[in-house]
């Protein structure tokens, strides 16, 4: 990981007036005579308001951040009380208290400052002529002038981030004024896992730049911040999630790379939300209005709707697809046998997957056709094209799965054509392979013609007398029997065969009694009058209904 030796110079704007510790109460000129009875290593606890406690149930009223203030009244008879108040106190979040002694309550028992200490909570005895109300107001004018130089400062820092897009300026520009106003690098994550960074963040995480860490960052436990480990440097991020219409989010990531990250920061980037978030809907509509015009040359090419290498390079180029004629393609139809995810969905997974594979230093052209995930894969093996290299079909389904959290994602891939205008017989293959595999129940993670054997056949048969006398013969009087009664021995029979012939995996699969099962198949045999038994007629019922299947 590359380094940056000097720290740079930033237009940050300074905070003139500090934010308020416990161990500013004692500048105060009313708390100057105040005395430190325990919890010395608490006096850094920030403290953003004051309140006063003057009832026994004040716990219920507090807030984190308060400096609390008693004249010891509720504990006037119980100064025991004490001990168990102030354990309930730091875990709301009360950075100090302030005890006025000698009126009601003259010592602070021992056990309670012991406690105090070790939560390092630090407690004041405030001097006998203390008035709250004038504390209250100093305090709280100090507080108040803080947070009012706080939003001054994050105005400013608003103001100068939507500059940058009123000058027309880009995601990219946001990045780098955003990152000169906190000190900080940015990188944003957007709903396609891509990383957007600013030319000197590129630059500094070149290397890092593809790491799968980036992308683990959403499944974060809080969202709001964690860890970063690159070159082993664990590294302190912040981030902010970018709504947006897709399933993924945006994210907004700061990094504590050259200076420590304050509140400020934090909330700018909060902030710069709304303005990164109509940015991404401005690059959004532009990329869709794009891969609009792309989905459908991949369409229409697929579908053979060129009628000439002409008309084909035509459509190409203005696309910007400049390379689709060089070298042989084919075509893949993705299968998700567990699932069958929405249009938009599959948008989304073939968006993502042509990131993963361009990350790969390849590149595979994508449509949705009927409902489907069509891949066209380059396959010529001049390696002087990077963009062209092949990529082995194998590393593609381990990229679906993966993105997919589906082990059961595979392709249906048609053969290699090597002239651009015949891929619509690749498809068309690609399709029958398609077709075959979720007949016959074919698991392969990649699919082939080669692959399917007698399947292949059967889906060629044409219609004729012959065929048809088959398939009346070993399976009409059960389709006859089932329309009949409103049974399922059809069905029945099919899991029978695709369970390798094991009826208590049969029952399962068809949620029914394993007696169901039994007398179905008996009922089978009757009314056929065949042997089940008999390899030869498991055979040629298995190919009945498997013809069935094909021409329903």
């Known amino acids: 990981m590359k380094r940056i030796q000097d720290k740079p110079t930033v237009d940050v704007p300074d905070i003139k007036t500090p934010i308020l510790r416990c161990r500013d109460l004692f500048l105060f000129p009313l708390l100057k005579d105040a005395k430190l009875l325990a919890g010395g290593k608490g006096l850094d606890n920030l403290i953003e308001r004051i309140n006063v406690m003057e009832v026994p149930d004040v716990i219920d009223w507090v807030k984190p951040g308060e400096f609390l203030m008693t004249t010891g009244y509720p504990f006037r008879d119980n100064a025991e009380a004490l001990i168990e108040l102030i354990p309930q106190l730091v875990k709301k979040g009360v950075s100090a208290l302030g005890i006025k002694t000698k009126r009601f309550i003259h010592e602070i028992p021992s056990q309670a400052l012991e406690i105090a200490n070790q939560l390092n909570f630090p407690i004041i005895e405030l001097p006998v002529g203390t008035v709250f109300s ?14 009012v130089e706080q939003i001054s400062i994050l105005q400013e820092r608003i103001q100068a981030m939507s500059s940058v ?4 300026g880009g ?19 957007d709903s396609s896992n891509r990383l957007v960074t600013s030319d000197a963040t590129a630059i500094l ?18 969202m709001g911040s964690g860890y970063l480990k690159l070159d082993g440097r664990q590294i302190r991020i912040y981030m902010s999630d970018i709504p947006g219409k897709r399933r993924l989010h945006s994210l907004l990531i700061l990094l504590e790379w050259r200076q420590e990250v304050v509140p400020l920061d934090c909330l700018t980037l909060d902030r710069t939300i709304t303005i990164a978030g109509l940015e991404m809907m401005n690059i959004e509509a532009k990329r869709q209005v794009e891969s609009q015009y792309i989905d459908q040359f991949i369409q229409d090419w697929l579908l ?8 084909l390079r035509i459509r190409a180029e203005a696309c910007g697809c400049y390379n689709v004629l060089q070298g042989g393609y084919s075509t893949a139809i993705v299968r998700m046998a567990d699932s069958k995810p929405s249009v938009a969905e599959l948008h989304e997974l073939l968006e993502m997957l042509r990131r993963a594979v361009k990350l790969e230093g390849k590149e595979i052209y994508t449509a949705i056709i009927e409902g489907e995930a069509i891949l066209v894969i380059p396959c010529n ?6 963009n062209l290299n092949p990529i082995n079909p194998s590393k593609i389904v381990h990229l679906l799965r993966k993105l997919q959290h589906n082990d ?20 068309r293959e690609a399709k029958q392979i398609h077709k075959i595999s979720i007949i016959c129940a074919l698991d392969q993670s990649v699919l082939t013609n080669d692959e399917l054997g007698v399947y292949s056949l059967l889906y060629l048969l044409p219609e004729c007398e012959e065929v048809n006398h088959f398939q009346k013969k ?12 409103d049974t399922n021995l059809v069905e029945t029979l099919q899991m029978y065969f695709q369970v390798n012939r094991n009826m208590k995996q049969t029952a399962e699969r068809l949620f029914t009694h394993y007696n169901t099962v039994i007398y179905r198949l008996e009922r089978v045999k009757d009314i056929l009058v065949m042997d089940l038994e008999n390899p030869e007629i498991q055979l040629q019922l298995q190919l009945a209904l498997k013809l069935h299947q094909m021409r329903v």
Not at 205 to 222: A, G, N, T, V
Not at 381 to 386: R, T
Not at 479 to 484: E, G, H, Q, V
Request: aromatic share 8%; with cysteine.
């Open 134 to 147: 004038d504390v209250v107001r100093d305090v709280m004018e100090r507080v108040l002038f803080h947070e």
């Open 165 to 168: 897009l009123l000058d027309g």
């Open 171 to 189: 995601m990219k520009d946001l990045l780098k004024r955003l990152e000169q106003l906190l000190g900080n690098p940015i990188v944003l994550l």
């Open 205 to 222: 995480f070149e290397e890092h730049l593809l790491d799968e860490s980036w992308q683990e960052l959403r499944y974060l436990p809080e």
């Open 304 to 311: 053979g709707r060129f009628h000439n290498l002409s008309d």
């Open 381 to 386: 093996e001049d390696n002087s094209n990077l």
């Open 408 to 427: 059961r994602v595979s392709l249906c891939l048609g053969k290699r054509v090597d002239k651009p205008e015949e891929l619509n017989t690749s498809y």
């Open 474 to 485: 070993f399976l009409q009087p059960l389709l006859d029997y089932d329309a009949k009664h």
